[in-house]
């Protein structure tokens, strides 16, 4: 038996944008999977979250067969991760699983062999993933990362000060492989208008660097807004994500946006310290939304 676990992350700067070679910048949150492996007669997967079976069996499939292990195993997932969220419970997934097969062959791995063995995983989840979810999974902290044709670059990020948000749930389940999808084809469509959102989403991506490392908290809310009006131009929040970036907003949020592959899944808030996350967390749960505030820490 074997055991291993990752925590899950939010997207501050950058989804979508991030698959076609722009710079992301995400954090780690406290929210986790945790997975346990036996020996099986064949490979399951068992859990009480909402998994696609078939996908999740691929999953671990792909990272059995990379990490050369013959054996077949059942595979529990646990933890308070929502999945379907956007809040990157694949790669955790993944990268928990990675975790747990060392722990039962007894071999250590380096954090590079882990992520690389997960980003195999994450691959029968998406079929294009950018590699910054298990990335973040795997180190944890807030990173900047840029997919390369060869290599992908990743940097952690010296916070000024630690970042309160709070992350709401629309209620509605989003599929990331279908929104990359979408935008794919948005691409094929219209290269030239794409181009342009990349444009103005990198500048954003060099502003949002700055003031996370600066601490200049009202700017980083005004480029969480203008990086969720690119999202919308390119068709990848829905009315639940509009609607609840727009309720936090109101009630003084200082910049709000979709996190993940959208389409539903998860919102972000950012307030201007942890009591005024509570309290609009505590808003969205009296209207019956899953809601609940994290903190993107300092490094220690
Ligand atoms: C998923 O958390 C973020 C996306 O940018 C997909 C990816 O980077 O693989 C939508």
Redesign the pocket.
């Known amino acids: 038996m074997g055991i291993g676990e990752a925590q899950g ?1 939010i ?1 501050v700067f ?6 076609h070679g722009a710079p ?1 910048i ?1 954090g780690g949150i406290s929210s986790k999977v945790t997975v346990e492996v036996e020996k099986s007669d064949k490979n399951r997967i068992i859990t009480e979250h909402k998994v696609v079976e078939k996908m999740s069996l691929a999953g671990i499939e792909r990272v059995l067969a990379v990490m050369g292990i013959h054996e077949r195993y059942g595979v529990h997932l646990r933890g308070d991760l929502r999945t379907y969220g ?3 419970s694949s ?1 955790a997934f993944c990268v928990a699983m990675v975790h747990a097969f060392a722990d039962e062959k007894k071999i250590h791995l380096t954090k590079e062999e882990v992520n690389k063995y997960a980003y195999e995983g ?1 691959k029968a989840f ?1 079929g ?6 298990n990335t973040i999974a795997t180190h944890g902290g807030v990173i900047l990362f840029e ?1 390369g044709k060869e290599k992908n670059k990743f940097e952690l990020l010296e916070l000024y000060k630690p970042l309160d948000f709070v992350v709401t749930f629309t209620g509605k389940y989003s599929e ?1 492989a279908k ?2 999808e979408r ?1 794919k084809k948005f691409k094929e469509q219209d290269e030239k208008e794409f181009t342009q959102l990349m444009d103005e989403y990198t500048d954003i991506a060099t502003h949002g660097r700055h003031a996370i490392e600066r601490g200049k908290i009202e700017d980083i809310g005004k480029l969480m807004n203008a990086n969720q009006s690119l999202l919308s131009e390119l068709g ?1 929040s829905d009315e639940t994500n509009d609607e609840i970036n727009k309720i936090a907003l109101e009630v003084g949020a200082i910049g709000a946006k979709l ?4 389409g539903g899944g998860c919102c972000i808030a950012l307030t201007k310290d942890q009591e005024q996350a509570s309290k609009i967390a505590e808003m969205f749960k009296k209207k019956g939304l899953d809601s609940f505030t994290t903190q993107i820490e300092k490094r220690h």
């Open positions: 992350k997207i950058g989804e979508h944008f991030v698959v992301a995400a956007g809040l990157g790669a994450e998406h294009n993933p950018s590699g910054i979810d997919r990331t929104m990359v935008v990848v996190t993940g592959g959208g």
